[in-house]
């Protein structure tokens, strides 16, 4: 199974600033990384597929990148409504794998 | 635009067995992958495994071969899981997700079924 280790675990941040979450593969993906933000009693909502492709509806301050099995989720101008924890997934083979979520906090 | 109606939560005895349904709207489930991802309380998210409705094939991640039970019905477009001999860490949200081809992200997700397992 492909696993993916992401970082950190939680973080804080205030409004306005930007963050950075990354996930790194066990092996190669070949870009097919996803994003997804959860809040509280909800289903995760698609922000990023592919890497770095915003979904439809996601606001442009979310992006992703790559550099070799290491993916990147930046959020920038942070504001009240990104608290949320953030998951990643490969979605290049069964079984699908996520990793273990990052809480992001906005002082 | 797809929808996913999940049913309601679930109260199980350990031991005993529970069927989860998630009824499509707005598309036919013959032309998805239905994905199973469970999340237990306060933790991270773990794919179970995708039924193609069309066919009934079905692939399961290695931990969940012999607790889950993927199934379909066309005629009503509902897929189905059947979680058995059930266990206390079998406590948990368990969400469906169509994929329209064999690999990509999840778009679409239902609201989820909270399984609690409990004597």
């Known amino acids: 199974d492909i696993q993916m280790t992401q970082s950190p675990a939680s973080l804080s941040a205030s409004l306005g600033e930007t963050v950075t979450i990354e996930c790194l593969a066990s092996?190669?993906?070949?870009?097919?990384l996803a994003w997804y933000q959860q809040k509280p009693g909800k289903s995760p909502q698609l922000l990023i597929y592919?890497?770095?492709s915003l979904q439809d509806g996601v606001p442009s301050r979310f992006s992703g990148s790559e550099s070799g099995t290491q993916y990147s989720l930046e959020i920038n101008s942070l504001q009240s409504e990104d608290a949320a924890t953030y998951f990643c997934?490969?979605?290049?083979?069964?079984?699908?794998?996520f990793g273990s979520g990052t809480k992001l906090e906005i002082k | 635009e797809v929808q996913l109606q999940q049913s309601g939560a679930e109260l199980g005895k350990p031991g005993t067995s529970v069927k989860l349904s998630c009824k499509v709207s707005?598309?036919?489930?013959?032309?998805?992958?239905m994905h199973w991802v469970n999340q237990r309380p306060g933790k991270g998210l773990e794919w179970i495994g995708r039924?193609?409705?069309?066919?009934?094939?079905?692939i399961y991640a290695e931990k969940f071969k012999s607790k889950a039970t993927l199934t379909a019905d066309t005629s009503s477009n509902t897929a189905y899981m059947q979680l058995s001999q059930l266990k206390s860490d079998d406590t948990a949200i368990y969400f469906c997700?169509?994929?329209?081809?064999?690999?990509?992200?999840?778009?679409?997700w239902g609201q989820g079924t909270l399984v609690t397992v409990s004597s």
């Open positions: 997934q490969q979605h290049h083979d069964y079984p699908f794998t």
């Open positions: 707005g598309y036919n489930i013959r032309n998805t992958y």
């Open positions: 092996e190669d993906i070949y870009s097919n």
């Open positions: 039924i193609d409705p069309a066919n009934g094939n079905t």
């Open positions: 997700a169509p994929l329209m081809y064999t690999t990509e992200p999840f778009a679409y």
């Open positions: 592919d890497a770095s």
